[in-house]
T-cell receptor, first 116, second 109 residues
Framework: GAVVSQHPSRVICKSGTSVKIECRSL??????MFWYRQFPKQSLMLMAT?????????EQGVEKDKFLINHASLTLSTLTVTSAHPEDSSFYIC????????????FGSGTQLSVL | GQNIDQPTEMTATEGAIVQINCTYQ??????LFWYQQHAGEAPTFLSY????GLEEKGRFSSFLSRSKGYSYLLLKELQMKDSASYLC??????????FGKGTKLSVKP
């Protein structure tokens, strides 16, 4: 299947700093990428939908000024957690869609964020 | 998850068969997905059902009834490596996936 690369896999940062997470589709063009967050023993919760060249669509309750999403090219989307706090500590994971149907949706390897 | 339910935990014996049920409610439906997720890893795709009926892929099968808002994942000949969380999700109207909370399956010897 298609490969989605997510970096870094793990990051530890101090409270108040910003962290950038990258999501790349390595062998296909991803017109749409999705960002999810998963707290321990919880499900994946959709944070935002990112379309190349346009503003991301955020789910209810997700602060767009705190979680900045950029999708400047067909192979790269970034999520920046600004002014991180301990409650932002979570597993963040991206997914990318290869075509127009839901069937072709592939996930990155995830980023474990720990905010001290 | 949003309007999607599945059991929190299940336990089964190696070599046995286990069925994980999932119910959902949504106005915009674009298929039902099952993913497997080992702790600390990304989910991996297992199956996709868009029409009613049973889809079989080796040891794993998935069933869908759209009228009942119901799906199940059937795992046969269980192996220890099948111990994982199994996520049920439906395709939303915007091309995303809405996931349930996942079912943690423990396979015992």
């Amino acid at each position: 299947g298609a490969v989605v690369s997510q970096h870094p896999s793990r990051v530890i940062c101090k409270s108040g700093t910003s962290v950038k997470i990258e999501c790349r589709s390595l062998d296909f063009q991803a017109t749409t990428m999705f960002w999810y967050r998963q707290f321990p023993k919880q499900s994946l919760m959709l944070m935002a939908t990112s379309n190349e060249g346009s503003k991301a669509t955020y789910e209810q309750g997700v602060e767009k000024d705190k979680f900045l999403i950029n999708h400047a090219s067909l192979t790269l989307s970034t999520l920046t957690v600004t002014s991180a706090h301990p409650e932002d500590s979570s597993f963040y994971i991206c997914s990318a869609r290869t075509g127009t149907t839901n069937e072709k949706l592939f996930f990155g390897s995830g980023t474990q964020l720990s905010v001290l | 998850g949003q309007n999607i339910d599945q059991p929190t935990e299940m336990t089964a014996t190696e070599g046995a068969i286990v069925q994980i049920n999932c119910t959902y409610q949504t106005s915009g439906f674009n298929g039902l997905f099952w993913y497997q997720q080992h702790a600390g890893e990304a989910p991996t795709f297992l199956s996709y059902n868009v029409l009613d009926g049973l889809e079989e892929k080796g040891r794993f099968s998935s069933f869908l009834s759209r009228s009942k808002g119901y799906s199940y994942l059937l795992l046969k000949e269980l192996q220890m490596k099948d111990s994982a969380s199994y996520l049920c999700g439906y395709g939303g109207s915007q091309g995303n996936l809405i996931f349930g909370k996942g079912t943690k399956l423990s396979v015992k010897p």
